[in-house]
């Protein structure tokens, strides 16, 4: 069965300080994973996108990995700010169809 | 351009009663997604079209919801009659092509059914 899960549920972090968040994944055959984030009262926005041959993609301080052989991704949030409170949804995607697989997301705070 | 839009924003309904949720997609997107968020089940597609025609309505829970798209520029998604399990943000979404291009979501609608 296609899963997508996220780990940890929820994280509190201070402002400033980095943090990582994961992603696995069991969708076949595979296609491509994104990161969106989406604040509250907000629909989701995509940060990144990235392909089976692509390692790694940033986009400002945030900075994604994927290793396609261990299904795993990650999000690295650096120097984080107060406006990175958010959840951080992964979603997958299958050659097959059109279907995108969401992950349950990660709920970001940052505290001052 | 103004990006996805969709109203009403909010929406408080009794139950029984029909419910008509609103989407303008991005002018130039050819797919149209309609997603329905919950706290328990998160992000679910409920259906998508491809130049106005529905190509996937497998997420549809069931008869009480209908979706159409008249248009390249209009879509509507009704539940009839509505039940207080509905309750949710349903969101919409448009892009260019399928696959590896980006879904641009809209602010969603709040629906409340009583």
């Known amino acids: 069965k296609n899963q997508v899960e996220q780990s940890p549920q929820s994280l509190i972090i201070l402002e400033g300080k980095n943090c990582t968040l994961q992603?696995?994944?069991?969708?076949?055959?595979?296609?491509?994973l994104r990161w969106y984030k989406q604040d509250t009262g907000r629909g989701p926005v995509s940060l990144t996108i990235m392909t089976f041959s692509e390692n790694t993609k940033s986009n400002g301080r945030y900075t994604a990995t994927l290793d396609a052989d261990t299904k795993q991704s990650s999000l690295h949030i650096t120097a984080s700010q107060l406006s990175d409170s958010a959840s951080y949804i992964c979603?997958?995607?299958?050659?097959?169809?059109?279907?995108?697989?969401w992950g349950a997301g990660t709920k970001l705070i940052i505290k001052p | 351009d103004a990006g996805v839009i969709q109203s009403p924003r909010h929406e408080v309904t009794e139950m029984g009663q029909e419910v008509t949720l609103r989407c303008k997609p991005i002018s130039g997107h050819d797919y149209l997604f309609w997603y329905r968020q919950t706290m328990m089940r998160g992000l679910e597609l409920l259906i998508y079209?491809?130049?106005?025609?529905?190509?996937?309505d497998s997420g549809m829970p069931e008869d009480r919801f209908s979706a159409k798209m008249p248009n390249a520029s209009f879509s509507t998604l009704k539940i009839q009659p509505s039940e207080p399990r509905d309750s949710a943000v349903y969101f919409c979404a448009s892009s260019l092509v399928a696959g590896t291009d980006t879904q641009y979501f809209g602010p969603g609608t709040r629906l409340t059914v009583l």
């Open positions: 992603c696995n994944y069991t969708v076949s055959p595979f296609s491509n």
């Open positions: 979603v997958v995607s299958a050659n097959s169809n059109y279907q995108l697989i």
């Open positions: 079209f491809n130049n106005n025609v529905p190509i996937d």
